[in-house]
């Protein structure tokens, strides 16, 4: 299998300002996100991140959608370096997380062909594109309500949409059901396998374990930006659930912080 | 992507032209609101003068006095008699009362003793009391009106010599001249003023109101140059700045002739399409700068009340440089001082409007202007690729 995504031994440090030094409590004024952490997606395959909060799942994927840069270290995106060639990479990449915001004035509609021809995506391409996701994700009801008066699950629909507008081959999720009711979480489910059956590389950060179980061929454990483990997920469970085999991984590699 | 510019720009003009709040209070309101406080002032002021009637209690009044202040029919005199109702005038009108606005008293044979008077001889000239309340404005008013005809009474006891008599036409300025005085001397500044809040209305908004609310981000996992984004994002905002600052340029236009009371008349004529093609060269290179330089300061700030906290005191240093064109002192013609960013502006505008534009310095300028707005533009892209500019906390 073609390796299309590989995370090259990155690591990420970023500085306390003050401020936040006595909220957490501390006197380090770097803070490593991510410490030399290696991972490869295959063609074709959903990859799945998991990790509790702060863990640096979202720093490692803002690295890999070239939002942000390595301080050491790379990741190659279809043979394109994001240190080298950035642009290149978001070009070829759907990236999709909570942090990103759609301006609220704007209609769906509008949106959707403002990205679209940000990508570069042809206009025929781009109605029928819009045509189908629009109709996949039920938002031509509300394809010219402004996304001030969306619900979260129809904006979270929007911003999926969005993020793929281009029909990128690797795609990059970062709590996909994240504060989504379970109708519309169902919905994101189900286009996950949708595009995994049609062959997209996905890399998925999550900490619910049943959508890891559900899509995911293999799976990283990432404990304080480490990768503690990344194998199969048939290998990784060896019979047992995937929470229990999380939680006896993270007890192994945490050690005191967790018994506590 | 070369289009991405044009993209970016498209956005920022839907985003204000389709937000009618905005295009109300950023776009139209200034411009009306210039127009009705100006002329609602203007006519107060007129409409004060013109239609005020004072009311003076008098004692002794002389007939000449009388005759001279029937001709203006500003003055209505109530006359009392006697040291007892003068006292009382008095009294009620340092209370407040209404009634009179002021208390004149003149000496008994007031006109005898002004012509027995004899200065040469050094004695006590016959002394005009008036009685008024400066805190008053109908009272101060009532005692300018009243001082005015007492200095045309004294003037014409020793009428030895005339200036300009008659009704010639003596002020040589024509209307044309009057005109290039004032748009010289006031539009540069506020023209520079009306473009900075143009830009202060919006660049803050567009640039860290995006940064704030996270919909920046979602334009940089783009493919699109952080160039394009900058440059879209700039050139769209001066556009904006230009016609917000216009509709209040307009409203100051309209309603300069009533807050002046009427008496000057100002006509644009006087320019050519040349004039205005100089002018509008200037205005929107300036715009460039003056939106670059915000648009960075903006991008820096983590909120837009950052932002706007930020530009104002760049705000109050363009206003200052805007003034230099009314000082003649700080009017330089080198083209060297032409290199200064928004001085150089303000001085073209003023040269423009005395119809003594100089067009090396114009070119100095408008090219200056340019190449700042192209570093503006250069800093901007850099802080777009700045991850700790621009997702900053």
């Given at each position: 299998m073609k390796e299309l995504l590989q995370v090259q031994n990155v690591k990420k440090t970023f500085k306390i300002s003050a401020k936040q030094q006595k909220i957490q409590k501390t006197k380090e004024r770097i803070k490593v996100a991510v410490d030399h952490l290696s991972f490869t997606a295959y063609q074709g395959e959903v990859f799945g991140l998991l990790g509790s909060n702060g863990a640096g799942k979202t720093t490692t994927l803002r690295m890999m959608a070239a939002l942000i840069t390595p301080d050491e270290g790379d990741v190659v995106v279809d043979g394109t370096s994001v240190v080298k060639s950035p642009a290149e990479v978001r070009g070829k990449i759907g990236f999709l997380t909570s942090e990103l915001k759609l301006?609220?004035?704007?209609?769906p509609n509008y949106l959707f062909d403002f990205f679209a021809e940000l990508h570069g995506v042809e206009k025929e391409a781009a109605v029928k594109r819009k045509r189908e996701l629009f109709e996949k994700f039920q938002i031509s009801q509300f394809a010219e309500v402004k996304v001030a008066n969306l619900s979260t699950g129809m904006k979270q629909k929007v911003s999926l949409v969005i993020s793929i507008v281009h029909d990128p081959d690797i795609i990059i999720f970062d709590e996909?059901?994240?504060?989504?009711d379970v109708l519309t979480a169902r919905v994101v489910t189900d286009f996950l396998l949708e595009l995994k059956e049609q062959g997209k590389t996905i890399v998925v950060s999550t900490h619910i374990f049943s959508l890891i179980e559900k899509i995911c061929d293999r799976v990283g454990i990432i404990i304080d930006g480490k990768m503690a483990v990344c194998d199969t997920l048939e290998h990784l469970t060896a019979g047992k659930s995937l929470e229990e085999r999380f939680f006896d991984i993270y007890a192994e590699r945490a050690g005191e912080s967790y018994e506590k | 992507m070369k289009s991405n510019v044009i993209t970016v720009m498209k956005k920022e003009f839907t985003r204000f032209f389709m937000d009618r709040r905005m295009v109300l209070t950023t776009l139209l309101m200034p411009g009306i609101m210039i127009y009705l406080l100006y002329s609602f002032m203007g006519q107060g002021f007129v409409s004060s003068h013109e239609d005020y009637q004072a009311r003076v209690c008098v004692q002794n009044l002389p007939e000449s006095i009388e005759a001279m202040a029937a001709q203006g029919e500003a003055i209505v005199f109530s006359e009392i008699s006697g040291e007892q109702e003068r006292e009382q005038a008095v009294k009620e009108l340092e209370e407040g009362e209404e009634g009179y606005d002021l208390v004149a008293v003149f000496p008994e044979g007031f006109e005898e003793q002004v012509a027995a008077y004899d200065m040469s001889a050094g004695g006590q000239a016959p002394a005009v009391e008036l009685y008024y309340n400066s805190a008053n404005t109908d009272s101060q008013s009532a005692y300018s009106i009243l001082l005015e005809v007492l200095d045309t009474y004294e003037s014409s006891l020793a009428n030895k010599f005339d200036v300009n008599p008659g009704e010639n036409v003596y002020d040589l300025a024509t209307e044309e001249d009057m005109s290039v005085q004032i748009f010289s001397m006031m539009v540069p500044m506020l023209l520079m003023v009306f473009l900075f809040s143009g830009c202060m209305a919006i660049a803050p908004e567009s640039i860290a109101g995006e940064k704030e609310r996270g919909t920046i981000a979602t334009l940089l996992v783009t493919p699109m140059k952080r160039s394009h984004l900058a440059l879209g994002k700039i050139v769209s905002l001066s556009v904006i700045a230009i016609l917000c600052g216009f509709s209040s340029f307009v409203g100051t236009m309209l309603s300069l002739p009533k807050l002046m009371g009427g008496e000057v008349s100002i006509n644009a004529n006087v320019y050519g399409i040349q004039d205005y093609l100089m002018l509008l060269l200037v205005i929107l290179s300036t715009a460039l700068v003056i939106v670059a330089l915000v648009s960075i300061v903006s991008a820096y700030a983590k909120n837009v009340k950052e932002a706007t906290s930020w530009v104002t005191p760049i705000m109050i240093v363009s206003m200052l440089l805007g003034v230099t064109s009314m000082v003649d002192s700080l009017c330089m013609t080198e083209p060297v001082w032409f290199l200064i960013p928004l001085y150089n502006s303000a001085q073209c505008m003023s040269g423009i409007f005395s119809l003594e534009a100089d067009m090396v310095n114009i070119a100095v300028t408008v090219v200056a202007n340019i190449c700042y707005a192209g570093v503006g533009v250069f800093v901007l892209t850099k802080m777009f690729d700045s991850e700790k500019v621009m997702f900053s906390k």
């Open positions: 301006e609220e004035f704007f209609t996909p059901t994240n504060g989504l | -």
